[in-house]
């Protein structure tokens, strides 16, 4: 079930909060090589499933950073912001990448509304977004993301 808030004041309310999960995605060989693509990381470890098979993790994996860059598609699952007439991801306070994401595994988000605070023209806000693989002990991706919200 997607949270939904309305305005600073709702925001404000909800700092401390886990807001909830996002659907399982899979992530798609796909997605890794467009992603390498886009960015020329062809690193075999993510682009090269046959020689992956025998290096460290048993098979290809996702880049950390294509992780984290499923924010955008995720996180609205998991809470949409409403009552602004933009919003922009301002950047990352900590980002670490504790565990794998597999070739072909499943994938959803998490996020805890740690800050609200008022700037300029709107409000800022960071979010603890936690990525979780499907039956893995560790998460794949923990980060502190900040966005801004302007009236």
């Known amino acids: 079930m997607t949270t939904v808030l309305n305005g600073v004041d709702e ?4 700092v401390g909060e886990h807001l909830g999960y996002s659907e399982y995605h899979e ?7 467009l992603f390498a ?3 020329g990381d062809h690193q075999w470890i993510h682009v090269d499933p046959e020689r992956a098979k025998s290096g460290p993790f048993g098979g290809p994996i996702a880049h950390g950073y294509l992780t984290l ?5 995720l996180i609205p699952e998991v809470v949409q912001v409403h009552g602004f007439s933009m919003a922009v991801n301002y950047g990352c306070e900590k980002v670490r990448f504790p565990s794998p994401v597999p070739v072909g595994s499943r994938l959803r ?6 800050g609200a605070d008022d700037v300029a ?3 800022q806000v960071t979010m603890k977004l936690t990525f979780e693989v499907e039956g ?9 993301v900040v ?3 302007f009236e």
């Open 11 to 14: 925001l404000k309310a909800k």
């Open 27 to 33: 992530v798609t060989q796909e997605q890794v090589n």
């Open 37 to 39: 693509d886009a960015t």
């Open 69 to 73: 860059s499923l924010a955008p598609s």
């Open 109 to 114: 988000a998490g996020a805890e509304l740690v």
């Open 121 to 123: 023209g709107g409000v």
């Open 136 to 144: 893995a002990p560790k998460p794949s991706c923990v980060a502190e």
């Open 147 to 149: 966005y801004r919200y």
